[in-house]
């Protein structure tokens, strides 16, 4: 059964770091890319970042640049996603997703292109 499980999520003051997880069973990642999407209440799903099944590129959303880094081990069979000097607007539900691929480089924020989702994780940055 393919599924990936999201954890790291929380209540985080302004300024503050979080790092999410997304753990995948029921099949390796090495041949999947990964995206980290998130929703706030009465907004539409965005995207965050993603990274490459192939060569690890990343890629980001200009308002999470600079802020936030996607990582991939390959080992552990899981994805990252460190999130620092998080802002109110950061708050949301993240959701992780996969999509296979052996199109090298391949990356999207654009969630149609995925095929498998977690159930998401809630961060809450508030002071």
């Known amino acids: 059964q393919v599924q990936l499980v999201e954890s790291g999520g929380g209540l985080v003051q302004p300024g503050g770091s979080l790092r999410l997880s997304c753990a995948a069973s029921g099949f390796t990642l090495d041949y999947y890319a990964i995206g980290w999407f998130r929703q706030a209440p009465g907004k539409e799903r965005e995207g965050v970042s993603c990274?490459?099944?192939?060569?690890?590129?990343?890629y980001y959303a200009d308002s999470v640049k600079g802020r936030f880094t996607i990582s991939r081990d390959n080992a552990k069979n899981t994805v990252y996603l460190q999130m620092n000097s998080l802002k109110p607007e950061d708050t949301a539900v993240y959701y992780c997703a996969a999509r296979a691929t052996k199109d090298r480089g391949w990356g999207s924020l654009d969630d149609l292109r995925y095929d498998y989702w977690g159930q998401g994780t809630q961060v809450t940055v508030s002071s």
């Open positions: 990274i490459s099944s192939s060569d690890g590129s990343t």
